[in-house]
């Protein structure tokens, strides 16, 4: 299967700080990748779909001043949590989708970043 | 009601055993179906796909689906304690975005 990388895989930081996550395609490119957040004993809840050369669309709900993404190439895309608060600890996972022929299309996680803010 | 609904659990089995989950849509346009094993503070892990009615197998999973009764299945053969995660049914909307079900958790005793 397809490789996506993150990174850092685990940050800690003090409240009101910025924090950037990168997530990479590693052996195929992906003008879109996803953004899921997942709390404790809790499903995966998309925030936003970042696209390649133009802006994210953002989830109901979802603060796009808060959570920056930047997807500047084809094998990267960025999540900026601006001014971090406690609240928003959380496992962040990013996917990259990749054709799948009838299926539509396959999406394969990065193996998360998870977040603690103090 | 949820666009994806999976069978609460938890789940425990004697190793050995099959393991079945279930899981169903309200999309009755939905082409594709996923399953996805998350271990504990992990990432998921696709396991496999299924866009067809009827049987898909893989080692020891078989995927069943039936789209008249909008219902997807996971049946996992000969279950090992490594099999013990939490697993995700995901459906793929016709926008591309991925619904996901809020996961079964597995255990398999040994």
Redesign the interface.
Same mark, same amino acid.
């Given at each position: 299967?397809a490789v996506v990388s993150q990174h850092p895989s685990w940050v800690i930081c003090k409240s009101g700080t910025s924090v950037k996550i990168e997530c990479r395609s590693l052996d195929f490119q992906a003008t879109?990748m %996803?953004w899921y957040r997942q709390f404790p004993k809790? &499903?995966?809840m998309?925030m936003a =779909?970042s696209n390649e050369g133009s802006k994210a669309t953002y989830e109901q709900g979802v603060e796009k001043d808060k959570f920056l993404i930047n997807h500047a190439s084809l094998t990267l895309s960025t999540l900026t949590v601006t001014s971090a608060h406690p609240e928003d600890s959380s %496992?962040y996972?990013c996917?990259a989708?990749v054709a &799948?022929g009838?299926?539509?299309? =396959?999406?394969?996680?990065?193996?998360?970043t998870r977040l603690l803010v103090l | 009601q949820k666009e994806v609904e999976q069978n609460s659990g938890p789940l425990s089995v004697p190793e050995g055993a099959i393991a079945s989950l279930n899981c169903t849509y309200s999309d009755r346009g939905s082409q594709s179906f996923f399953w996805y094993r998350q271990y504990s503070g992990k990432s998921p892990e696709l396991i496999m796909f299924i866009y067809s009615n009827g049987d898909k197998e893989d080692g020891r999973f078989t995927a069943q689906l039936n789209k008249a009764s909008q219902y997807v299945s996971l049946l996992i053969r000969d279950s090992q304690p490594s099999d013990s995660a939490t697993y995700l049914c995901a459906v793929l909307r016709s926008d591309y975005k991925l619904s996901f079900g809020a996961g079964t958790t597995v255990t398999v005793r040994a």
């Open positions: 299967g879109t %996803f809790q &499903s995966l998309l =779909t %496992f996972i996917s989708p &799948s009838r299926a539509g299309e =396959t999406q394969y996680f990065g193996p998360g | -």
